[in-house]
């Protein structure tokens, strides 16, 4: 009896997943039962004649197969051992002279976000690949900030090699946290890389977030090869894909606001705090701001677990809009819950950039299910997430400066340049303006402080209301891609 429970609790899944995707919309409606038809049809057609067949059916014997998860991983961390070194190389290359300033500072840059860019895509795009489940992918995230937070204590330890005047210990201290972060990404990459062929070679191993393992054969969509399309023919998905444009309109106004607060946070601190708060309370604040969103993330991830991503995102921006709403209410004359909201701001806003990975792994899943692919684009939609959300990045500093010149008549770039924060010199001098130009100033930046988050919060409250990727829905599209894995591996067997 107990036998035969389990070999019917298979075939109730199997029933179960093939009626959740009748109701997941555009491609959905298909089913994983016609999928499977369909699989099964081309199957006895190819080995009609002969060998063939064998070789359509199992990827790693045709050319042109697609790489099977275990190897995209392998991929995905070889490629994380080449450009995280030359990721600290090229950070290395900012403090250490070997060309004329203006020409060393624009190849540097471009250096030092390329490498980034990379290094951050295929980061992200392990989480995908790595595990499948919600429960899996948060804790995933879980070390992740931990070991974040822990790698930002850098921020601090660089304030005792600082000096203005001699960069010589300062450079030292940029050579030792390069090599140190160069080793760190061979390493673990190394230990990754080994985990996982371990993990390949121990039998009844649970397979990593695999669409089928060697059952990486195609799922059709009008009997054409769902791996075989064109860019513009992916972009045509996309934008099709309702949940991905929804949260594509949220994450740009969420990239906004991340790098409006890390733009603006010093020039905050100078014209709203200088006369509460000494230098050393200025330089801590700024420095707690690179490791707070990562211990923060501690905190709201088991809370992902418990109520979800999507509750968790939307509760956090229900907290910035009442938080804004209420310092708006105070007034700028209350410096300890000025300085409370500033920090808070920062911190909640980075942190919710952080959790929205998670989302971003949940779109893949469902771009797999939806459009039948052979494999999971993962790397390919947070790349596009990316690219669509740049232009909140560039946006930011520009529509934050135009704002407070045209409330204030106060001009960033043709006013005399204010003193860092976290610098060896005390708070500096107003350099002698009209009377009534440092109050008006100092308003603007209230406003600006307090205005920019409101219109934020209520932005994505809107767009994020609309994002239906979560609940049942999500469930279903999990379950799913489960059985189509599951459905692939099985086919494999027969053949």
């Given at each position: 009896?107990?036998?035969?429970?389990?070999?019917?609790?298979?075939?109730?899944?199997?029933v179960?997943?093939?009626?959740?995707?009748?109701?997941?919309?555009?491609?959905?409606?298909?089913?994983?039962?016609?999928?499977?038809?369909?699989?099964?049809?081309?199957?006895?057609?190819?080995?009609?004649?002969?060998?063939?067949?064998?070789?359509?059916?199992?990827?790693?014997?045709?050319s042109?197969?697609?790489?099977?998860?275990?190897?995209?991983?392998?991929?995905?961390?070889?490629?994380?051992?080449?450009?995280?070194p030359?990721?600290?190389?090229?950070?290395?290359?900012?403090?250490?002279?070997?060309?004329?300033a203006?020409?060393?500072?624009?190849?540097?840059l471009?250096?030092?976000?390329?490498?980034?860019?990379?290094?951050?895509?295929?980061?992200?795009?392990?989480?995908?690949?790595?595990?499948?489940?919600?429960h899996?992918?948060?804790?995933?995230?879980?070390?992740?900030?931990?070991?974040?937070?822990?790698?930002?204590?850098?921020?601090?330890a660089?304030?005792?090699?600082?000096?203005?005047?001699?960069?010589?210990?300062?450079?030292a201290?940029?050579?030792a946290?390069?090599?140190?972060?160069?080793?760190?990404?061979?390493?673990?990459?190394?230990?990754?890389?080994?985990?996982?062929?371990?993990a390949?070679?121990?039998?009844?191993?649970?397979?990593?977030?695999?669409?089928?393992?060697?059952?990486?054969?195609?799922?059709?969509?009008?009997?054409?090869?769902?791996?075989?399309?064109?860019?513009?023919?992916?972009?045509?998905?996309?934008?099709?894909?309702?949940?991905?444009?929804?949260?594509?309109?949220?994450?740009l106004?969420?990239?906004?606001?991340?790098?409006?607060?890390s733009?603006?946070?010093?020039?905050?601190?100078?014209?709203?705090?200088?006369?509460?708060?000494?230098?050393?309370?200025?330089?801590?604040?700024?420095?707690?701001?690179?490791?707070?969103?990562?211990?923060?993330?501690?905190?709201f991830?088991?809370?992902?677990?418990?109520?979800?991503?999507?509750?968790?995102?939307?509760?956090?921006?229900?907290?910035?809009?009442?938080?804004?709403?209420?310092?708006?209410?105070?007034?700028?004359?209350?410096?300890?819950?000025?300085?409370?909201f500033?920090?808070?701001?920062r911190?909640?806003?980075?942190?919710?950039?952080?959790?929205?990975?998670?989302?971003?792994?949940?779109?893949?899943?469902?771009?797999?299910?939806?459009?039948?692919?052979?494999?999971?684009?993962?790397?390919?939609?947070f790349?596009?997430?990316?690219?669509?959300?740049?232009?909140?990045?560039?946006?930011?500093?520009?529509?934050?400066?135009?704002?407070?010149?045209?409330?204030?008549?106060?001009?960033?770039?043709q006013?005399?340049?204010?003193?860092?924060?976290?610098?060896?010199?005390?708070?500096?001098?107003p350099?002698?303006?009209?009377?009534?130009?440092?109050?008006?100033?100092?308003?603007?930046?209230?406003?600006?402080?307090?205005l920019?988050?409101?219109?934020?919060a209520?932005?994505?409250?809107?767009?994020?209301?609309?994002?239906?990727?979560?609940g049942?829905?999500?469930?279903?599209?999990?379950?799913q891609?489960?059985?189509?894995?599951?459905a692939?591996?099985?086919?494999?067997?027969?053949?």
């Open positions: 009896m107990a036998a035969t429970a389990s070999a019917r609790a298979p075939a109730e899944e199997r179960s997943g093939a009626a959740q995707s009748q109701s997941l919309g555009r491609g959905g409606g298909r089913g994983w039962r016609s999928s499977r038809r369909r699989a099964r049809r081309r199957t006895g057609w190819h080995l009609a004649r002969g060998s063939r067949g064998i070789r359509l059916r199992l990827p790693q014997l045709r042109g197969a697609g790489l099977s998860s275990r190897a995209v991983v392998l991929a995905r961390v070889r490629a994380l051992g080449w450009h995280g030359l990721l600290a190389l090229s950070f290395l290359a900012f403090w250490v002279p070997w060309a004329p203006g020409l060393q500072f624009l190849l540097c471009c250096l030092y976000d390329g490498f980034l860019t990379l290094v951050d895509l295929h980061h992200h795009a392990l989480l995908a690949d790595l595990a499948l489940s919600a899996d992918r948060t804790h995933l995230n879980f070390y992740c900030s931990l070991f974040s937070a822990a790698g930002s204590l850098s921020v601090f660089s304030y005792a090699f600082w000096n203005k005047e001699d960069f010589s210990s300062f450079r201290f940029c050579v946290l390069a090599a140190c972060s160069g080793l760190g990404f061979v390493g673990a990459t190394r230990l990754l890389r080994r985990r996982v062929e371990a390949g070679r121990e039998p009844g191993c649970p397979s990593l977030a695999v669409d089928g393992g060697l059952g990486e054969e195609e799922l059709l969509v009008g009997g054409k090869e769902a791996g075989s399309i064109t860019l513009s023919q992916y972009l045509r998905q996309l934008a099709r894909h309702r949940n991905f444009l929804w949260f594509v309109g949220m994450d106004v969420q990239v906004f606001h991340c790098h409006f607060n733009n603006f946070f010093p020039l905050f601190l100078e014209h709203l705090l200088s006369d509460h708060i000494s230098l050393s309370t200025g330089s801590f604040l700024l420095g707690i701001s690179y490791v707070a969103p990562h211990l923060n993330n501690l905190y991830l088991p809370l992902c677990r418990r109520w979800g991503v999507y509750a968790v995102v939307r509760g956090l921006f229900l907290l910035k809009l009442g938080l804004s709403l209420l310092m708006l209410l105070a007034g700028p004359d209350h410096p300890g819950l000025l300085c409370l500033i920090a808070s701001n911190v909640f806003t980075e942190g919710t950039c952080k959790l929205l990975t998670l989302v971003v792994t949940d779109l893949v899943d469902e771009d797999l299910v939806l459009n039948h692919r052979k494999q999971a684009a993962s790397a390919l939609l790349g596009m997430v990316a690219l669509v959300t740049k232009p909140g990045q560039t946006f930011a500093p520009l529509l934050g400066t135009w704002l407070l010149c045209f409330y204030t008549g106060h001009d960033l770039f006013q005399p340049p204010l003193t860092p924060v976290g610098s060896a010199q005390p708070w500096p001098e350099p002698a303006p009209p009377p009534a130009q440092a109050p008006a100033l100092r308003q603007g930046c209230f406003y600006l402080l307090v920019v988050p409101i219109t934020c209520l932005l994505q409250l809107f767009t994020w209301s609309q994002f239906t990727l979560h049942r829905r999500l469930h279903m599209v999990k379950a891609r489960q059985n189509l894995a599951r692939q591996t099985l086919d494999v067997k027969t053949v």
